[in-house]
T-cell receptor, first 113, second 114 residues
Framework: KAGVTQTPRYLIKTRGQQVTLSCSPI?????VSWYQQTPGQGLQFLFE???????NKGNFPGRFSGRQFSNSRSEMNVSTLELGDSALYLC????????????FGPGTRLTVT | KNQVEQSPQSLIILEGKNCTLQ??????????LRWYKQDTGRGPVSLTI?????NTKSNGRYTATLDADTKQSSLHITASQLSDSASYIC?????????????FGTGTQLKVEL
């Protein structure tokens, strides 16, 4: 089985721009979660999507949004980028949700200048 | 507030030696505890998942223990190899009314040297 894939792997944007990241889960997995990872904060939960519905949300501003398509692929959008949004964005897929084993993708490294 | 604290923050050991990483948590109600290994520039990979009733679980040279009473877990690495150099992250899952919620530790950075 192919693993979780994320595109793009690297991205450089300037402040004020917006960005869309993509995640393709493992075939058959219906849950996709997104995380932000920074050296100082570690991994922080953004949101979880299950069957095209947002099921859980972390404590991030409304500039961070996501969606899930009928094929379970998910996108994450960040609008009005700030320097502090520079991070590794990871997505993880699981069969039914975060209570099950999660499989992480390689991440998208976002740099905001 | 749900919290997961890991120690030490970083560790350097010689190849072939054993080491133990610690994880203390205040997450409740407890659902399960996971250890992940994250190589530099890559996504985390699951090592073990333990529920309340499990107090030890092994995955090759990795052995995790869980003491649900004291809310402590440890990850023991036996006969370390250079490839064990990575960040090890402890994650605790809480079963809430809104579903399972994960709380992440900030990780222990392990470096294995010759």
């Amino acid at each position: 089985k192919a693993g979780v894939t994320q595109t793009p792997r690297y991205l450089i944007k300037t402040r004020g721009q917006q960005v869309t990241l993509s995640c393709s889960p493992i075939s058959g997995h219906r849950s996709v979660s997104w995380y932000q990872q920074t050296p100082g904060q570690g991994l922080q939960f953004l949101f979880e999507y299950f069957s095209e519905t947002q099921r859980n949300k972390g404590n991030f501003p409304g500039r961070f949004s996501g969606r899930q398509f009928s094929n379970s692929r998910s996108e994450m959008n960040v609008s009005t980028l700030e320097l502090g949004d520079s991070a590794l964005y990871l997505c993880a897929s699981s069969l039914e949700g975060v209570s099950y084993e999660q499989y992480f993708g390689p991440g998208t490294r976002l740099t905001v200048t | 507030k749900n919290q997961v604290e890991q120690s030490p923050q970083s560790l350097i050991i010689l190849e072939g030696k054993n080491c133990t990483l610690q994880c203390n948590y205040t997450v409740s109600p407890f659902s399960n505890l996971r250890w992940y290994k994250q190589d530099t520039g890559r996504g985390p990979v699951s090592l073990t998942i333990m529920t309340f009733s499990e107090n030890t679980k092994s995955n090759g040279r990795y052995t995790a223990t869980l003491d649900a009473d004291t809310k402590q877990s440890s990850l023991h690495i036996t006969a370390s190899q250079l490839s064990d150099s990575a960040s090890y992250i402890c994650v605790v899952s809480a079963l809430t009314g809104g579903g399972n919620k994960l709380t992440f530790g900030t990780g222990t950075q392990l470096k294995v040297e010759l």
